[in-house]
């Protein structure tokens, strides 16, 4: 199944129907406000989660994690999911910040990365699967300030039971790491458009919907880094960052030189592939260190040498 990002903001509003087959409401009284869950009725003794929480991203970054399980942070009530396993939330946690909230802070500083960094996770312990389309959500971001991450009890890293280098350091990489990059990739082109002379370099490939369709070989032989980054301009930028990130330079490299000789079924040569490839690359570079004064590449050497020590 192939992976879809999800990026947008949602509202819910909920309420109590009553049957059209009953002839009217029962009506019992409502009790004591404070007894209802999350309005104060759900009470629990701090333990050493919500301790490593507190002092390891609350105190010094002002983000909080929510693992304690609540169906209503996930919008869609109609999904099958379950609550994460309380022994996989600090690995994970610890993993992202780490590989991520770690190079930033040390290569932007702490300002910066407080005032854009989301400030709100919500844990899943299974993933939430799109029937219609074939897809899985990795992760959503709303607003710009609350992330949700799906799949934390296949989360496994180096040290852990049950940890295999070959599956695991890849499914941590492209899911959880790829996931987080991705989605503070799509705060900060909020925050500051990217150049418009992005948006030309492979205006006529973008596929929409029919991303799905693709494998990212096949999107890489008309100039775009994975399948789901030709579905909008936004995820392109974000996913081209991502990736950039997570396979380091070396890997990324490796990426573009592997795109095979001969022309794609759109007529995009594998000169004009990698040198689209090439644009956009220096397109984020430039991004980065004009409108956030980031030494990308520096950024990128720290994320991957966090990775390196975490596989």
Known sequence: MKNIFKHFTIYVVTGLLCSATLTSCKEDGIGEVDDIPGLGGDVWA????????????????????????????????????????????????????????????????????????????????????????????????????????????????????????????????????????????????????????????????????????????????DGFITAYSSSAFDEDFVEMIAMMLTEGRAGFDKIVNSIPEGTSPSGVTKAQAQAALRQKEAIIVAYYKNTWKIDFYSLQKKVRTSMNKLF
């Open 46 to 221: 701090e333990g050493p989660v919500d301790k490593w929480i507190q002092d390891s991203l609350v105190v010094p970054y002002n983000i909080s994690a929510k693992y304690k399980w609540d169906q209503f942070e996930f919008g869609n009530l109609t999904k099958n999911l379950v609550p994460p396993d309380e022994a996989q939330v600090i690995p994970l946690l610890s993993t992202i910040k780490k590989a991520w909230t770690n190079p930033y802070v040390e290569e932007a500083g702490r300002v910066f990365y407080n005032k854009y960094s989301p400030k709100f996770f919500i844990l899943s312990g299974s993933n939430e699967y799109n029937v219609e389309s074939g897809s899985v959500t990795l992760g959503t971001a709303e607003g710009g300030r609350k992330v949700i991450l799906y799949g934390v009890n296949l989360f496994k890293i180096k040290g852990m039971d049950g940890y295999d280098a070959a599956r695991d350091s890849s499914f941590v990489k492209n899911w959880f790491l790829h996931t987080i990059h991705h989605e503070f990739g799509h705060i900060l082109h909020q925050t500051v458009l990217y150049p418009v002379d992005y948006k030309n370099i492979s205006k006529a490939y973008y596929q929409g919907g029919n991303w799905i369709n693709w494998s990212d070989a096949d999107a890489r032989r």
